[in-house]
């Protein structure tokens, strides 16, 4: 494809000071002079701290902001998909047919959501350093600095009593505690239908234009009551324009823009391939349990969209790395920088030069050990919910017994709310699903290590399909309060338990503990190694480098601006007759049929056909912005991000701004849907600070 190829040769320095409007950026830095050079924009006193204030993170996965001062949250359809699935049942699809509650008591509690907002930063690098001793091994300094970042989370949490994380920036340059407010009593609002939300499906998905109502509202709750916010944002009336500069704030996931060739080509010829190969076969099963029947499909559609999503994501980041060209850049970008250090040996330290040669000798381990990692610490070989609540409660057991210092991240005292809100969710578990998922992920078990001893221990003689069916129908863990009691006794419970999946937990935790522990030594080695090169490049281009994502908040800016394409200009807004004639020319058929609501809306003349629908953007985002407010100068709200368009995919692994778009939905449309096709006239007045509950 000639936008792919055409992006990667602009893009990808391996980490040089951002160019354009390249940079998702801490809030606790930011580009405030590149702003005024390039846009003339200065962010008046507090505009910073009111939009970082008002941004909201979705634990599932996505962004969010407040949009009124009852703690109503804007985000994404398919952000808050994992809810409206949990919500539903045979009778009634949140999902596929959308939601409005009417009034407060009509909102429906999610029963498992965790949002966490950003109310502080501290830079703790000087003491998560200060663990390493001279003499340290890498593998030892990782272990020392993890041990330091527990206890700054404890002695946070139990100073300030909110959730407290410690951030690797600059994998392992610099690390920063993030301090956050926790809502988990999370309810919904209003949902549009899966038609209109995901409108063109699959062939659409990171394509444009589009004509997508991606969209979900949620309200915090407190003891109780709607939470009453201080900061949120407004809404801008007349939406975005052509040419404006327009302000992202959202917690992209994972870039891996300052990763070492090695790194690339260790994700270019074994770790993207495989996870493709994984993630294609489970589509495939997906796809075949759906056609079971409309109950089958409303059971899986939730989990088949994160598996096609993610595949297409995946595709795109690959054949960015297959790229000649723009591995070539990368390349050149760190010999540039090696010869520097070596050029200013006295400004870095003397480690600097072997940090790369290091790394590269980590990936030889990552792949010896991918297979494995996969198999048991990411339980690809058992997959099912009862599974994951088993090992749960195995570890918890296990990890509740040392100190706090030394157990696994998500097992430290700061992480324990969340982790129980997950673990004793009262959401459906279905038994049909989780038997075939079961069944399949132990067969495919036996084609990625058909030598694996374990594999017969698990079975027992049994086919796959027989030894699932044993385990679902023999298990108690779809009850929350079986959970419970487990989780109270201790290991002396899991000890006695006759529980199929607590069995299969106990016998396979080793070996994933053993791939974990090798995991956690490569992240160690490349920490150190990784740390060495930030300092490089910071003492060559000082704080002009921005980190890579983490899941974190971060502000990215840009211009809303169409693009050219094969010869052909491809304008910036899309609009709501568009949507009309896209599903015309496809013949009204799904995934291009849009829903009852809107072909009676506009039969009806009450919808305005010229609205905006949606606008791309050369705002840097990533996968974990959906969900994201986009705002003008004023922090007005313009758009929520929902998607990037195919040229975006190798933003990865480096930026450019030709081609690569982040696609908004207006918020023209969100008004206008809402006022002509929905009714919810409470909910705009809301919205638009005309009226509040």
């Known amino acids: 494809m000639r936008s792919i190829v055409a992006l990667l040769c602009l893009s990808g320095l391996l980490a040089s000071e951002a160019r354009a409007d390249e940079g998702m950026w801490l809030f606790s830095n930011l580009p405030l002079k590149r702003l005024k050079d390039s846009h003339g924009f200065e962010p008046p006193p507090g505009w910073a701290e009111h939009l970082r204030s008002a941004a909201v993170r979705f634990n599932n996965g996505g962004s969010g902001s407040f949009i009124s001062p009852d703690g109503l949250i804007m985000t994404n359809h398919h952000v808050g998909a994992d809810t409206l699935a949990k919500i539903s049942n045979s009778t009634k699809d949140y999902y596929k047919d959308g939601f409005l509650a009417r009034s407060h008591g009509d909102e429906v509690k999610a029963p498992d959501l965790e949002l966490n907002a950003l109310v502080g930063i501290r830079d703790v690098t000087t003491e ?5 001793k001279a003499g340290m091994s890498d593998v030892d300094a990782g272990a020392a600095k993890r041990k330091a970042m527990a206890r700054l989370e404890k002695e946070a949490t139990d100073r300030n009593g909110l959730r407290n994380d410690v951030v690797t920036l600059y994998q392992g340059g610099r690390y920063h505690l993030y301090t956050y407010k ?67 704030a959202g917690h992209p996931g994972r870039t891996d823009r300052l990763n070492t060739i090695a790194s690339l080509e260790f994700l270019r010829d074994l770790g993207l391939p495989f996870q493709l190969g994984y993630l294609k076969d489970r589509e ?27 595949r297409k994501a995946r595709v795109g980041g690959l054949a960015g790395l297959q790229t000649r060209s723009f591995m070539e850049r990368k390349a050149a970008a760190e010999t540039e920088l090696r010869d520097w ?54 570890r918890l057991a296990d990890e509740s017994a040392k100190p706090n210092a030394e157990r696994l991240e998500e097992y430290r005292d700061s992480a324990r709310k969340s982790l129980e809100l997950r673990l004793f969710s009262p959401a459906p578990i279905y038994p049909g699903f989780e038997e075939a998922r079961l069944a399949h992920s132990l067969a495919d078990w036996k084609k990625v290590m058909p030598e694996d001893p374990l594999i017969e221990k698990v079975l027992a003689g049994r086919t796959p399909a027989e030894a699932a069916r044993a385990m679902v129908a023999a298990t108690r863990l ?27 937990a106990l016998l396979t935790d080793p070996a994933a503990r053993a791939a974990r522990k090798i995991e956690d030594e490569i992240e160690g080695i490349e920490a150190a190694n990784y740390a060495l090169i930030a300092r490089a490049l910071f003492a060559r281009s000082g704080d002009s480098v ?45 995934p291009y049929r849009l829903p009852e609501s809107w072909v009676k809306a506009k039969d009806h003349g ?23 407010p986009v705002v003008n100068r004023a922090n007005e709200v313009v758009g929520l991000i929902f998607d990037g368009n195919i040229q975006s995919l190798v933003l990865d692994f480096g930026f450019d701004e030709e081609q690569a778009r982040a696609v908004s939905v207006d918020s023209r449309a969100l008004i206008e849907a809402l006022r002509s096709v929905y009714h919810a006239d409470t909910l705009v007045g809301e919205i638009l600070g005309e009226s509040s509950h």
């Open 606 to 628: 009450g919808l305005k056909l010229a609205t905006p629908l949606n606008f791309v953007s050369t705002a840097d985002i990533i996968g974990g912005n959906s969900g994201s």
């Open 128 to 132: 998560v350093l200060g663990e390493v």
């Open 284 to 310: 495939a099963f997906l796809l075949e349990y759906a056609r079971k029947g409309a109950e089958e499909a409303r059971q899986a559609q939730e989990e088949l969209f994160g598996y096609q999503n993610s």
């Open 478 to 504: 779809a009850d929350p309060r079986e959970r419970r009691q487990i989780a109270a006794g201790g290991k002396k419970a899991i000890e006695e338990s006759r529980d199929p999946f607590i069995k299969l």
């Open 182 to 248: 926790t809502y988990t009593d999370v309810r919904l609002v209003f949902a549009p239908e899966f038609a209109i939300a995901f409108f063109g499906g699959d062939p659409d998905n990171f394509e444009y234009p589009r004509y997508d109502l991606d969209v979900c509202f949620f309200r915090a709750y407190e003891n109780g009551k709607p939470a009453r916010v201080q900061h949120w944002l407004k809404w801008s009336a007349a939406g975005a324009r052509d040419g404006e500069l327009v302000f992202v």
């Open 341 to 394: 250090v070596k050029a200013n040996s006295s400004s870095v330290s003397a480690d600097t030069l072997m940090a790369w040669d290091r790394i590269a000798e980590a990936q030889k381990t990552a792949a010896k050990n991918l297979k494995a990692q996969a198999t048991y610490e990411r339980a690809h070989a058992f997959e099912s919910t009862y599974f994951r609540i088993a090992r749960i409660l195995v």
């Open 546 to 590: 921005y980190p890579d994502a983490t899941f974190t908040l971060r502000l990215a800016y840009g211009i809303v601006k169409g693009y050219a394409q094969n010869g052909k200009a491809i304008p910036p807004f899309t609009n709501i007759a568009g949507a009309f004639e896209h599903a015309s020319v496809h013949g009204d058929e799904p």
